[in-house]
T-cell receptor, first 112, second 116 residues
Framework: GNSVTQMEGPVTLSEEAFLTINCTYT??????LFWYVQYPGEGLQLLLK?????DKGSNKGFEATYRKETTSFHLEKGSVQVSDSAVYFC???????????FGKGTHLIIQP | DAGVIQSPRHEVTEMGQEVTLRCKPI?????LFWYRQTMMRGLELLIY????????DSGMPEDRFSAKMPNASFSTLKIQPSEPRDSAVYFC??????????????FGAGSRLTVL
């Protein structure tokens, strides 16, 4: 079946540090890949997505590249801010009517 | 559009009581999903609907859980009787059917359930 594995948290960084959150997946076919972010007390929001191999999704300074050869979709940001503190979820969809398969989430804490 | 609307935002109840969670999807979205979020298990898909019809309920944990979608603008998730292990945040999400299959779900703010 489908599965998503992402690094455990919490991840604690200082402001302006470089961020990488690792995500690998297992799926049949060619899934679409997503990063969602959940701020405290809120629902999940789409951060970025990629629908085919070598696509790069980007938004708000975050980037992730769909790597089919390594089945990965790592999230990166060059300089994090306190406001980036949240829980980040990697997810995949095989398309059609399927819902998303989520990783367990990585809690990111940015200290001033 | 106001987005996906869930109610109540918080519910505290006692074991054995019936709990009903409600969701209003975004107008025009043909798919509606119910997820449960816990620290131990993360986000779990419980059930999803297409055009008000339940398509896959394999994630519903037990017969105590049931979900309905009587029309395109309303869905309920019911737990009867509730148990302490049902304590979680329940999310509703909706999406339109995209030809590319890259389903972008829009989530509600969630309903936090505490069963004492």
């Amino acid at each position: 079946g489908n599965s998503v594995t992402q690094m455990e948290g919490p991840v604690t960084l200082s402001e302006e540090a470089f961020l990488t959150i690792n995500c690998t997946y297992t799926a049949t076919g060619y899934p679409s890949l997503f990063w969602y972010v959940q701020y405290p007390g809120e629902g999940l929001q789409l951060l970025l997505k990629a629908t085919k191999a070598d696509d790069k999704g980007s938004n708000k300074g975050f980037e992730a590249t769909y790597r089919k050869e390594t089945t990965s979709f790592h999230l990166e940001k060059g300089s994090v801010q306190v406001s980036d503190s949240a829980v980040y979820f990697c997810a995949l969809s095989r398309g059609g009517a399927d819902g998303l398969t989520f990783g367990k989430g990585t809690h990111l804490i940015i200290q001033p | 559009d106001a987005g996906v609307i869930q109610s109540p935002r918080h519910e505290v109840t006692e074991m054995g009581q019936e709990v009903t969670l409600r969701c209003k999807p975004i107008s025009g979205h043909d798919y509606l999903f119910w997820y449960r979020q816990t620290m131990m298990r993360g986000l779990e898909l419980l059930i999803y609907f297409n055009n008000n019809v339940p398509i896959d309920d394999s994630g519903m944990p037990e017969d105590r859980f049931s979900a309905k979608m009587p029309n395109a603008s309303f869905s309920t998730l019911k737990i009867q009787p509730s148990e302490p292990r049902d304590s979680a945040v329940y999310f509703c999400a909706s999406t339109e059917a995209l030809p590319s299959g890259a389903n972008v779900l829009t989530f509600g703010a969630g309903s936090r359930l505490t069963v004492l």
